[in-house]
């Protein structure tokens, strides 16, 4: 059975401090996603990591995948207010390309 | 339309009441996805469709669950006797070749409360 631990759970930041979410995965995957979900919202597509070493950067954050390790990590670079959302992080199993597993989420705070 | 819609937003449900939740994906789009989101947890996995036809119901928690896509497009997850446990967030989402893709997008969701 596949496993995705988030950590950690919960996040505070001060607006203009630097933070890393990790996502850490049990089995072997193809591909590995970060979403953002806005409260109340549907979750939004941020990064997709298809290989090992891959990193993405969109503003803010960027995003990387080991596979060796089977970790990613999630980079907030100079926080802003705008960036308080939670953030998942999913994994498809190798073979099984439609049904991905999802972490608990990271309930990130950015506070002025 | 322009994105995956969902209806209705929110339902109410008395336990033991039979509701049935509707997913319009993407036009044009082949796959279609339903996951359930309890409160303060990431989603998890209830079936998946290519087409018509349903390729994974592993994810269904109960026989009391029941989805299905007649002619490849809309779909309608249906959930009878409802049970408190049962309440969550349904989200839907499609995409536009088989599988889970870069160009999978997610609907608004379902907020169901047995009471």
């Known amino acids: 059975e596949l496993k995705v631990e988030q950590n950690p759970l919960f996040l505070s930041m001060q607006e203009g401090k630097n933070y890393t979410i990790y996502c850490n995965y049990s089995?072997?995957?193809?591909?590995l996603y970060w979403y953002r979900q806005d409260p109340g919202k549907s979750l939004e597509s941020l990064f997709v990591?298809?290989?090992?070493?891959a990193v993405k950067q969109e503003g803010r954050l960027m995003a990387s995948l080991d596979t060796k390790a089977r970790l990613s990590t999630l980079h907030i670079t100079a926080a802003v207010h705008d960036l308080s959302a939670t953030y998942f992080c999913?994994?498809?199993?190798?073979?099984?390309?439609?049904?991905?597993?999802f972490g608990k989420g990271t309930l990130l705070t950015v506070n002025p | 339309g322009a994105g995956v819609s969902q209806s209705p937003r929110y339902k109410v449900a008395k336990r033991g009441q039979d509701v049935a939740l509707r997913c319009d994906p993407i036009?044009?789009?082949?796959?279609l996805f339903w996951y359930q989101q309890a409160l303060g947890q990431g989603p998890e996995f209830l079936t998946y469709?290519?087409?018509?036809?349903?390729?994974?119901k592993s994810g269904l928690p109960s026989d009391r669950f029941f989805a299905e896509r007649p002619e490849g497009s809309v779909s309608t997850l249906k959930i009878q006797r409802t049970q408190q446990e049962d309440s969550a967030v349904y989200l839907c989402?499609?995409?536009?070749?088989?599988?889970?893709?870069?160009?999978?997008?997610f609907g608004q969701g379902t907020r169901l409360t047995v009471v």
């Open positions: 989402a499609s995409s536009l070749a088989g599988g889970w893709s870069t160009e999978a997008f």
């Open positions: 089995t072997t995957s193809d591909r």
């Open positions: 990591l298809l290989s090992n070493g």
């Open positions: 999913a994994v498809d199993m190798r073979g099984s390309n439609y049904k991905l597993t």
């Open positions: 036009s044009g789009h082949v796959s």
């Open positions: 469709f290519q087409n018509e036809a349903q390729l994974d």
